[in-house]
């Protein structure tokens, strides 16, 4: 298996275990992937991961993308499914309703990059490298990169990168909002864990509710994510979790949430 998938004191931690090929995603690695967010599912379900870590094998790379050798000489038909299955699995990772962190130590190009922007968020070593290099192969991303990249760091900067196909370094991902934040080398595990530690002190119910009705509300006009806003507010309001934290603030004590 190239997918290792470990769950761990409320944390799923997905490895990509491929280092050989900079950890490159074949269609049987996005399969596995598939499988292993199921199982990421079945433990939110549970209540046994409240939080995900994705890392790749490996001090060289995160993710080098597609697996450029099974891209040659398919049918067009083929390649067109390709994308859908693609997309569709980092899609599942983007609605999971718990938050994930995509810890980006070296390379993360092409579908390996989209797998980041599926991601709640990403952090970066000093020394990771970024981009979408698709048009250097005469292509353009196929796994949400032209969609999710315009809508986390604008319009102008996503037509650059992906137009240039150039490399971007962590300082710059992180000025432009790529990343999220710059950390020091060490353990992705732990990393991921001390990034995700203060979101993960809430009711997992208010951080979906909050996430959806940003990235909903992002893909329509301002009065419709204003109405989303106000339908996702009100339920939130209606929580358990809710009903805690405002008696824990009148009652001056930290608020104790279940996640409901
Ligand atoms: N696919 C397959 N093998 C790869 C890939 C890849 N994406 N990236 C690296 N490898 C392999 C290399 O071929 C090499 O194998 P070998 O040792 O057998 O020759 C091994 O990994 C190590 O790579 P390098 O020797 O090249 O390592 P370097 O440190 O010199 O360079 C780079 C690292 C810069 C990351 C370089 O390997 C590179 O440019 N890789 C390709 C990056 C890339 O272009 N990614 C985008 C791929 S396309 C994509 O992701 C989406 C396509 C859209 C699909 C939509 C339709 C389905």
């Given at each position: 298996?190239?997918?290792?998938?470990?769950?761990?004191?409320?944390?799923?931690?997905?490895?990509?275990?491929?280092?050989?090929?900079?950890?490159?995603?074949?269609?049987?690695?996005?399969?596995?992937?598939?499988?292993?967010?199921?199982?990421?599912?079945?433990?939110?379900?549970?209540?046994?991961?409240?939080?995900?870590?994705?890392?790749?094998?490996?001090?060289?790379?995160?993710?080098?993308?597609?697996?450029?050798?099974?891209?040659?000489?398919?049918?067009?038909?083929?390649?067109?499914?390709?994308?859908?299955?693609?997309?569709?699995?980092?899609?599942?990772?983007?609605?999971?309703?718990?938050?994930?962190?995509?810890?980006?130590?070296?390379?993360?190009?092409?579908?390996?990059?989209?797998?980041?922007?599926?991601?709640?968020?990403?952090?970066?070593?000093?020394?990771?490298?970024?981009?979408?290099?698709?048009?250097?192969?005469?292509?353009?991303?196929?796994?949400?990169?032209?969609?999710?990249?315009?809508?986390?760091?604008?319009?102008?900067?996503?037509?650059?990168?992906?137009?240039?196909?150039?490399?971007?370094?962590?300082?710059?991902?992180?000025?432009?909002?790529?990343?999220?934040?710059?950390?020091?080398?060490?353990?992705?595990?732990?990393?991921?864990?001390?990034y995700l530690a203060p979101y993960l002190k809430h009711?997992?119910?208010?951080?979906?509710?909050?996430?959806?009705?940003?990235?909903?509300?992002?893909?329509?006009?301002?009065?419709?994510?204003?109405?989303?806003?106000?339908?996702?507010?009100?339920?939130?309001?209606?929580?358990?979790?809710?009903?805690?934290?405002?008696?824990?603030?009148?009652?001056?004590?930290?608020?104790?949430?279940?996640?409901?």
């Amino acid at each position: 298996m190239s997918v290792e998938l470990s769950i761990e004191n409320g944390l799923a931690l997905i490895k990509l275990n491929r280092p050989k090929a900079l950890n490159a995603l074949s269609f049987t690695i996005l399969g596995e992937l598939d499988a292993a967010i199921d199982q990421v599912s079945q433990a939110i379900a549970k209540g046994t991961a409240r939080g995900l870590i994705f890392t790749g094998e490996g001090e060289k790379s995160f993710c080098a993308g597609a697996d450029i050798t099974e891209l040659m000489g398919r049918p067009v038909l083929h390649e067109h499914e390709g994308a859908r299955i693609g997309q569709a699995v980092f899609s599942k990772i983007a609605s999971l309703n718990i938050p994930s962190v995509a810890v980006i130590h070296g390379y993360a190009f092409g579908g390996g990059l989209e797998l980041a922007l599926a991601c709640t968020f990403r952090v970066a070593t000093a020394r990771a490298k970024m981009g979408l290099p698709e048009v250097k192969l005469g292509l353009i991303p196929g796994y949400g990169g032209t969609q999710r990249l315009p809508r986390l760091i604008g319009e102008g900067r996503a037509l650059d990168i992906i137009m240039s196909g150039r490399t971007v370094e962590a300082e710059e991902a992180e000025r432009i909002g790529l990343v999220n934040r710059i950390v020091a080398d060490g353990d992705p595990v732990a990393i991921g864990q001390e990034y995700l530690a203060p979101y993960l002190k809430h009711s997992l119910a208010a951080l979906d509710f909050a996430r959806q009705a940003i990235l909903r509300g992002m893909n329509t006009t301002l009065d419709e994510g204003l109405r989303i806003e106000r339908d996702l507010s009100t339920l939130a309001y209606q929580t358990a979790d809710a009903k805690e934290g405002m008696n824990a603030f009148v009652e001056k004590r930290t608020a104790q949430f279940k996640d409901h």
